[in-house]
């Protein structure tokens, strides 16, 4: 495993504790990823064919992000996606020269978003 995903992950576990699910890393545009870490339920109530369009998800978000970067120049680069629901929060970052895409589910605490993206960005920049 990339020393950068062991950082993220050592990170994330300390700052967001219990409250993080899993983390997951690669080319999902190729069904090509890691398991960097994942709790006892990181795919509690999921099927594998629920995982499969999980993961063409997260594919999708690396294929649109050419487009948002277009869309939105003035902001700079687009590096991450926040998706919030009920019972838990994905973030997505996109994959750069130096780490690849990455997958971070947490559960609902909303409260653990900004230190999440804080963190990423302290690990992954």
């Known amino acids: 495993m990339d020393s950068k995903i062991e950082r993220l992950v050592s990170s994330l576990r300390e700052r967001i504790g219990d409250g993080l699910r899993g983390v997951f890393y690669g080319d999902f545009r190729e069904r090509e990823y890691s398991v960097a870490y994942a709790s006892e339920d990181a795919t509690e109530g999921y099927s594998a064919d629920q ?7 997260v594919a999708f978000e690396q294929l649109h992000s050419d487009r948002k970067n277009d869309l939105h120049e003035p902001l700079g680069r687009y590096t991450a996606s926040v998706e919030v629901f009920e019972d838990g929060i994905n ?35």
Not at 51 to 57: A, C, E, L, S
Not at 120 to 125: G, K, N, Q, T, V
């Open 91 to 125: 973030l997505i970052f996109i994959e750069t020269e130096d780490a690849p895409t990455i997958f971070v589910g947490m559960d609902g605490d909303v409260a653990n978003v900004t230190p999440a993206l804080e963190t990423a960005r302290d690990c992954l920049e």
């Open 51 to 57: 995982i499969r369009d999980v993961v063409d998800d």
